[in-house]
Structure formats: C-alpha cells, structure tokens
T-cell receptor, first 112, second 115 residues
Framework: KQEVTQIPAALSVPEGENLVLNCSFT??????LQWFRQDPGKGLTSLLL?????REQTSGRLNASLDKSSGRSTLYIAASQPGDSATYLC???????????FGQGTTLQVKP | GAVVSQHPSWVICKSGTSVKIECRSL??????MFWYRQFPKQSLMLMAT?????????EQGVEKDKFLINHASLTLSTLTVTSAHPEDSSFYIC???????????FGPGTRLTVL
C-alpha cells in the first residue's frame, strides 16, 4: 500500500529565504506526482505536475523534482514571500485512473 | 482556466438529517469526479470516484449507503450525507478530471458541521 509522508509538518522562515519541502513515498511504481497549495479553509490549487518519466518541473519561483528510485520528491521555493504562506500537499497518482494519495502536508509560514 | 464550484460552502445541520453537496465543473465537461474528506489538521482522503452515468466506486471503509453519490450529468456530481452524525463533521472537497486526463481541478470545499 502506497504511503506518502511529508516532512516537516510545519515550517517558519523569514521572507526572502529559499526553502525545500520534502515528500517521500513507499512504492516507486507511480503514474505521476503533484504538488498542491491549500489556503486555510479553501480548496486546492495545483502548482506542479511531474509525470513518472520526468525528473523535474519548474514554474516561476517553484521547482519540483522527482526521484522514483529513492521514493522522494522535493518542492523548492525560491525567494519566499509572505504570500507563499499556506499548506503544501504532495499527491501521488498510482495509475491513469486519476486517483490521488495525499501526504499530510507541510504548513509554511513566511514572516515579513 | 477550468473552474469547479461547490455548493454550499458551509452547512450546519442537526444530527439525523441528510445533507446534499453539489460539485459543478463550470467550463468543461467532466466524466469523472472525485470526492474527498479532510478532517482538521489532516490530509485529504479519497472517499469515492464518481463516473457520469454509472455507479460510484467507493474506497475501502466508506459506506456507500451513507454517502450517496450521483453523477447525472457531465458537469454535476452530488454527494448526499444521509442521517448525518457529529462524526461526519468534516471538510468535503470534490475534484473534476479535466480535458487532460492527468489534470484535476478542485472545488473550494464544503464545511459540514453536524450538531
């Protein structure tokens, strides 16, 4: 059974810092991996989608990497801003059915 | 971009009543929608997969007779929590599979509180 773990559970950094969020999974047979952002009491916003055959994806200040052999993905946020404060979730798709298995999330606070 | 709406955004009901939550894809057709539940400070747990025109597929441990799902059109799926109890209080989020099969668009969620 696939298990997804995100460390740390919470992170507080000063504005301007570069930071890395971690996601690990137990079964390397994945279809894709996605990173989402969730603001308090809100739904999810997709940030980056990495297909199984890809190693990384970039969007603006965000870069996500995928290493299936080690069962890890990282989300790198450059030059963090207070507006980046949110919970970041990684989710694994195990097949093309669209089903996603979510990690517990990392709650990020960027202090001005 | 693709937008998914949910209605209501929040609902408070008495124990024993039934509550219906709607999930709509506003500008695209979705043959597949998903329903998730999120308890406080926990992650999203998939409850069921809703396919237009056919029965929903429920995840292990989710009671299909308690959580009724109907996907009657390509833009609407409904989740009915029957005989709700306080332990059903949660944040319910739907997602719709977009034109690109790998893309899902999430609704804003519905906060259910059962007294």
């Amino acid at each position: 059974k696939q298990e997804v773990t995100q460390i740390p559970a919470a992170l507080s950094v000063p504005e301007g810092e570069n930071l890395v969020l971690n996601c690990s999974f137990t079964d390397s047979a994945i279809y894709n991996l996605q990173w989402f952002r969730q603001d308090p009491g809100k739904g999810l916003t997709s940030l980056l989608l990495i297909q199984s055959s890809q190693r990384e994806q970039t969007s603006g200040r965000l870069n996500a990497s995928l290493d299936k052999s080690s069962g890890r993905s990282t989300l790198y946020i450059a030059a963090s801003q207070p507006g980046d404060s949110a919970t970041y979730l990684c989710a694994l798709g195990s097949s093309n059915t669209g089903k996603l298995i979510f990690g517990q999330g990392t709650t990020l606070q960027v202090k001005p | 971009g693709a937008v998914v709406s949910q209605h209501p955004s929040w609902v408070i009901c008495k124990s024993g009543t039934s509550v219906k939550i709607e999930c709509r894809s506003l500008d695209f057709q979705a043959t597949t929608m998903f329903w998730y539940r999120q308890f406080p400070k926990q992650s999203l747990m998939l409850m069921a997969t809703s396919n237009e025109g056919s029965k929903a597929t429920y995840e292990q441990g989710v009671e299909k007779d308690k959580f009724l799902i109907n996907h009657a059109s390509l833009t609407l799926s409904t989740l009915t929590v029957t005989s709700a109890h306080p332990e059903d209080s949660s944040f319910y989020i739907c997602s719709a599979r977009g034109p690109s099969a790998d893309t899902q668009y999430f609704g804003p969620g519905t906060r259910l509180t059962v007294l």
